[in-house]
């Protein structure tokens, strides 16, 4: 079983940039995609964004769109969510996941634990 971790939350003020990292445990980290997703407050889960296992395919939701960034280092086991001019709304627990294949089409089988991001001046 894959294990997922999250890193790099915490307060930022509106407008500021962040970069959420999540490293995983096992040497087939590369055969699979990965998902970003988060809960707002009292709010059911949103997904942000994915990234194929090759990295030719991406998808953002429209809030994600032209500020955040997914990347991926295969060699460092390790998804990175690159965020930029944040916005309150962006406030939530930040959690990644493991796709069953390389497709970010496909479901998805392992979470972390997540790491919270407060948006707030």
């Known amino acids: 079983q894959v294990q997922l971790v999250e890193f790099g939350g915490g307060l930022s003020q509106p407008g500021g940039s962040r970069r959420l990292s999540c490293a995983a445990s096992g040497s087939t980290f590369g055969n699979y995609a990965k998902t970003w997703a988060r809960q707002a407050p009292g709010k059911g889960l949103e997904w942000v964004s994915g990234?194929?296992?090759?990295?030719?395919?991406?998808y953002y939701t429209g809030a994600a769109k032209g500020r955040f960034t997914i990347s991926r280092d295969n060699a460092k086991n390790t998804v990175y969510l690159e965020m930029n001019s944040l916005k309150p709304e962006d406030t939530g627990l930040y959690y990644c996941?493991?796709?069953?294949?390389?497709?970010?089409?496909?479901?998805?089988?392992?979470w972390g634990k997540g790491t919270l991001v407060t948006i707030s001046s």
């Open positions: 996941a493991k796709h069953l294949t390389n497709s970010i089409a496909s479901g998805m089988d392992s």
């Open positions: 990234i194929s296992s090759d990295v030719r395919v991406t």
